[in-house]
């Protein structure tokens, strides 16, 4: 399905353009796109993931990972049953969902890779995607947001009195989203066009590709000691403490801010994070007896590999998007859909941003921008397409660096699923704004 999407896309690019005296943009565009997937996404990707692929070694051998992952079985076992339950995998999947739900984005695609990577070990199939690997796609393409930080801080630049407006909204979409893609795609996977046969039945898997061996176990941590968990426990105290004085500034002697409580919350919580796990993590690994340098750095070398794998699917999906955006894809899209999308309630004003987002996170940011500088950051239009923004994924960009850092040619039922959640994610979005904001 992804060569005959791909395909369209140059296809329809070309004509499109060439109809409309557009060609010199789209030929400018085409050449623009890949330089700027190799030079601003992979080559600035290479240093994100050094930096947290090495912090999720040290969180592998700290066991927090490992615990992490227990916690959540009975969840992780309902959406991957052909997973091992102590894999490693399991726990780079949880890391990476979690990171979402923060709206880590730097965080959540590094560890999302490393996920993919490990569920790639359980491949006897290379260059096919498994079940596994199209449910966490689907899940990464619809993850739930507690805060659309993103989305929040464009409000903002833009005048709102009240930009967390969209925190409420944008979680019931985004919640609604990810139940109808992991339903998607467990019921696409059971379709005769994506269900996959035995592997002893499947010409060119070998037998030792079939018995591969899985990633190894890892092995559990030293436990700390009285004064270890004393340590730990005085240093979160002082991140409570940093917590405290950036939400209430006025009780530390500061001026007051001219905001509202949660709105504060949320910037702390935004500022703390990064920090917060760069920290915490190496310290629990260090109490428990982890040499933290030499894991971190092992860890590391892991990154650089991987964004030189991505640059070819990168650029390939890059440029075709490029190419339909500049021929007037869009707009011509919305042209011959706004009457019908009108006509069932769905804002013709919102349709840029509709069918940018799966396509472009750089572009669909733009559009949101627009929207909130033409219509006021505080507007019905305004508040929906944030919520849009933060409840709904890029997907056919996270479906190239996922599936590209392993060889995935052969993506099955991921795109399908992915595309519902968009769907569903959008469509949500304008529902749950119409009822909270008119």
Same mark, same amino acid.
């Given at each position: ?36 997937? *190799? ?20 969180? %592998? ?127 696409? $996977? ?20 079939? %018995? ?14 009285? $004064? ?30 001219? %905001?509202? *409580? ?8 935004? *500022? ?32 650089? $590999? ?102 995935? *040619? ?29």
């Amino acid at each position: 399905m992804l060569n005959y999407i791909w395909l369209a896309l140059i296809l329809f690019a070309v004509l499109v353009g060439g109809w409309q005296g557009r060609l010199e943009a789209v030929g400018k565009e085409a050449i623009e796109r890949a330089t700027y997937a *190799v030079v601003n996404l992979a080559l600035p990707l290479a240093g994100v993931m050094t930096l947290w692929l090495g912090v999720m070694r040290l969180a %592998e051998r700290a066991g927090l990972v490992q615990e992490l992952a227990r916690r959540l079985r009975p969840l992780l076992r309902f959406l991957f049953p052909d997973v091992p339950p102590e894999h490693p995998a399991m726990g780079a999947m949880v890391m990476n969902m979690s990171a979402n739900m923060l709206g880590l984005g730097n965080a959540a695609t590094p560890l999302g890779l490393r996920a993919m990577k490990l569920l790639d070990s359980l491949n006897p199939r290379p260059g096919t995607a498994t079940n596994a690997m199209c449910t966490f796609l689907a899940i990464n393409t619809s993850s739930i947001q507690l805060i659309p930080i993103t989305a929040i801080a464009v409000l903002a630049a833009g005048g709102a009195q009240s930009p967390t407006a969209i925190v409420g909204t944008a979680l019931v979409a985004s919640f609604t989203a990810a139940a109808c893609a992991i339903t998607a795609v467990k019921l696409l $996977q059971r379709a005769p066009m994506f269900r996959l046969p035995p592997v002893a039945d499947e010409p060119g898997v070998t037998k030792a590709e079939a %018995e591969m061996p899985a990633e190894p176990l890892l092995a559990e941590p030293a436990p700390m000691t009285s $004064q270890a968990k004393a340590i730990l426990a005085a240093f979160l105290l002082f991140f409570a403490f940093v917590f405290v004085r950036m939400t209430f500034p006025q009780w530390f002697g500061g001026a007051a801010a001219d %905001e509202y *409580v949660f709105v504060s919350a949320v910037k702390a919580v935004s *500022v703390m994070a990064i920090p917060f796990l760069l920290s915490v993590i190496p310290l629990i690994a260090a109490l428990r007896r982890v040499k933290v340098y030499e894991e971190f750095v092992d860890g590391a070398k892991e990154g650089f $590999q991987v964004a030189v794998k991505i640059m070819p699917y990168l650029a390939a999906i890059l440029v075709a998007v490029g190419m339909f955006r500049a021929a007037g894809g869009i707009e011509m899209l919305a042209q011959v859909l706004g009457p019908a999308l009108g006509a069932i309630g769905f804002p013709t004003e919102l349709l840029p941003m509709a069918f940018m987002r799966p396509l472009s996170g750089s572009g669909s940011l733009g559009v949101l921008t627009d929207i909130a500088a033409v219509h006021g950051a505080d507007s019905f239009l305004a508040r929906t397409a944030g919520t849009i923004f933060g409840s709904s994924e890029t997907t056919f960009y996270v479906l190239a660096v996922y599936f590209g850092s392993v060889g995935v *040619v052969r993506p099955r039922h991921a795109l399908p699923a992915g595309l519902v959640a968009d769907a569903v994610g959008i469509t949500m979005s304008v529902i749950v704004c119409r009822i909270m904001f008119g």
